[in-house]
């Protein structure tokens, strides 16, 4: 491992482990909040958010491994787990999307001034990953809002629309996903 001082956009690389982390366990507060309330669609979506952010984690771990740079595991902040209504998770992670996003372009920056090609071009996946993030969470938001209390609709609707198994697994169409240090879950 190099004993040379990280740059701003390793600093910055290496805190985003924790902030993965971080939104791996909001999301399992999500789900366990969705289980709770007998909502099996929306604890389903949570519970692979969950998987998928701890993936984004370890791709980032592996990236380092990869760079020969060290790397520590960060803990990981407390989630919220108490909710006034089953709308609010969602606001809570749609929230949480926007701000990753903030933070990615803020690491995507970063690499570009610290003239770091090889951490800018790690970048661009993450960057692509948020629109669709931010979409999804914004469209969840939008129809618990238009099922106005009819749990029904909003679960009929996350089993068809967001649940559904695509055709074929995303890291098979996306060749530009990081593999993850310890291989994806």
Same mark, same amino acid.
């Given at each position: 491992?190099?004993?040379?001082?990280?740059? %701003?956009? !390793?600093?910055?690389?290496?805190? !985003?482990?924790?902030?993965?982390? %971080?939104?791996?366990?909001?999301?399992?507060?999500?789900?366990?909040?969705?289980?709770?309330?007998?909502?099996?669609?929306?604890?389903?979506?949570?519970?692979?958010?969950?998987?998928?952010?701890?993936?984004?984690?370890?791709?980032?771990? *592996?990236?380092?491994?990869? /760079?020969?740079?060290?790397? #520590?595991?960060?803990?990981?902040?407390?989630?919220?787990? =108490?909710?006034?209504?089953?709308?609010?998770?969602?606001?809570?992670?749609?929230?949480?999307? *926007?701000?990753? %996003?903030?933070?990615?372009? =803020?690491?995507?920056?970063?690499? /570009?001034?610290?003239?770091?090609?090889?951490?800018?071009?790690?970048?661009?996946?993450?960057? *692509?990953?948020?629109? #669709?993030?931010?979409?999804?969470?914004?469209?969840?938001? =939008?129809?618990?809002?238009?099922?106005?209390?009819?749990?029904?609709?909003?679960?009929?609707?996350? #089993?068809?629309?967001?649940? =559904?198994?695509?055709?074929?697994?995303?890291?098979?169409?996306?060749?530009?996903?990081?593999?993850?240090?310890?291989?994806?879950?």
């Amino acid at each position: 491992m190099t004993d040379t001082p990280r740059t %701003t956009f !390793q600093q910055l690389l290496h805190d !985003q482990i924790s902030n993965e982390f %971080t939104a791996s366990q909001q999301y399992i507060a999500l789900a366990v909040y969705y289980d709770n309330h007998d909502m099996p669609q929306l604890a389903k979506h949570f519970y692979g958010q969950s998987v998928e952010e701890r993936n984004h984690a370890m791709m980032i771990i *592996k990236y380092f491994l990869d /760079r020969d740079l060290d790397v #520590e595991i960060p803990a990981a902040a407390a989630p919220v787990t =108490a909710f006034d209504d089953y709308r609010a998770p969602i606001e809570l992670a749609l929230a949480q999307e *926007k701000h990753v %996003t903030e933070q990615i372009v =803020a690491l995507a920056r970063a690499a /570009r001034d610290d003239g770091d090609y090889l951490g800018e071009q790690f970048m661009q996946w993450f960057l *692509k990953e948020q629109v #669709e993030e931010v979409s999804t969470m914004t469209t969840l938001q =939008a129809i618990a809002a238009r099922a106005d209390g009819n749990i029904f609709d909003l679960e009929n609707f996350v #089993e068809r629309e967001v649940n =559904a198994a695509p055709a074929t697994p995303a890291s098979a169409t996306d060749p530009g996903e990081p593999l993850a240090a310890g291989g994806n879950l």
